[in-house]
């Protein structure tokens, strides 16, 4: 017969030993399972149609109940690799080599989990909401936001289309909210607006007599001068002022390196045609070059905007003038964020801003009548970063009630 004291020493000795029964177990479990999730969530919220877009929501709790630092570090890693995942074959196709592309997108995707795992909270309440807030802020203004892609606020144009800032402010209450033992509140309004969204979703409408051609030239787009391909172009123009257009938008680079003779054949070709062309070109000097839009008239042509983020590393290389040398694309960060054009008040962005947040929020504080959004996209073939830029865009237009005018080279 056992001694019923040396049962109960057994069954304590057992209890303690690692195994089925302890709570480590399920606590990995548990981390590898929001992993997951956060990488679903990334994928699926981010996979090139504007509907998904409120999916991104659940981050923000896979995160904030994460039952470690190192596990919050990597759902964060998790939600950003999946959302950024066609980052690597669009590099591959820009170089030519996978080094590069894999080099930025891990880059990236670092500066998103330090933030977040830094500002991670182990106590809940409304200190870990704040802290949450804290991190989407800095992930959305430079300098972190420069690589500040996948921002679930972006949802708020699908969650609350036409509210504009209180849209803004309540979609940042919920993802807040969803940091703090009230999630399921959260997520069930969210899902309501988002059910009634969906329900009722219309696209954003371009502006009456104004018109975006997407064009399909791939790399030799503004390349070189090509009077062969800017007549093809001028051609299309005219085409489209014939049904009706009076302000027609073209792709970045459609004008490719501005020069005096360029402007004159632009003006030259749109003589008595009443038609303004908006169109992307590089101006070039010493010091580099501006990625710029240009207004082109019969009348006259006028730099309209310069990009305020150009593509780091392949095109915005600060590090060149630092080392006395030259050619990089200038970033202006907060310069010109609304532009006058054909009476109407502009709000552009050029292809890598249509994924960022701070440039889209900085026009919109000077109240736009348009949103314009072109780029030179031939280097996304076989990825879904158009179709994000597309979305992402259109829920920003959508959210600010906006007309907008989309024009992309591929």
Known sequence: MIPATSARSRHRAFSAS????????????????????????GATAWCGHALALPLACAFPTLWA?????????????????????????????????????????????AIFVLVHA???????????????GVAALLMSVPP???????????????????????????????????????????AIVAAGFWTWSAAHW??????????????KLGSALG????????????????????AGARVVVLPESAAGLWTPTMSGFWMDGLRETGITVIAGAAIVDR??????????????????YGERMPVPVSMWQPWLAWTGQGGGARATFFGNPVVESAGRRVAPLICYEQLLVWPVLQSMLTSP???????????????????????????WARLFGLPLVLSFNT
């Open 18 to 41: 690692p195994g089925r029964c302890s709570p480590s177990v399920p606590s990995a479990w548990r981390g590898v399972a929001m992993v997951v999730a956060a990488a679903a969530a």
């Open 65 to 109: 109940f994460a039952p470690s630092r190192v596990i919050s570090a990597g759902v964060s890693a998790a939600y950003f690799l999946a959302a950024s995942r066609a980052l690597p074959q669009g590099v591959v196709n820009f170089y030519g080599t996978d080094g590069v592309g894999i080099a930025l997108w891990i880059g990236a995707a």
């Open 118 to 132: 830094v500002l991670w909270q182990s106590r809940p309440g409304w200190e870990r909401a704040l802290c949450f």
């Open 144 to 186: 972190f936001g420069i690589v500040g892609w996948a921002q679930p606020i972006t949802a708020a144009g699908i969650l609350f289309p036409g509210w504009g800032w209180w849209g803004l402010g309540a979609t940042t209450a919920i993802l807040l909210t969803m940091t703090t033992g009230k999630w399921p509140i959260a």
């Open 202 to 215: 219309i696209g954003p409408a371009q502006p009456g007599g104004w018109t975006g051609l997407d064009t």
């Open 223 to 242: 390349r070189a001068p090509d009077f062969d391909q800017s007549r093809a172009l001028l051609q299309r123009v005219r085409e489209a002022g014939a």
């Open 287 to 304: 010091a580099g070059y501006d990625n710029a839009i240009m207004e082109i008239s019969a009348g006259r042509t006028r730099r309209l």
């Open 369 to 395: 009548d348009v949103l314009v959004a072109i780029g030179n996209d031939w280097w996304t073939a076989g990825t879904n970063v158009l179709a994000i830029q597309r979305a992402s865009t259109e829920a």
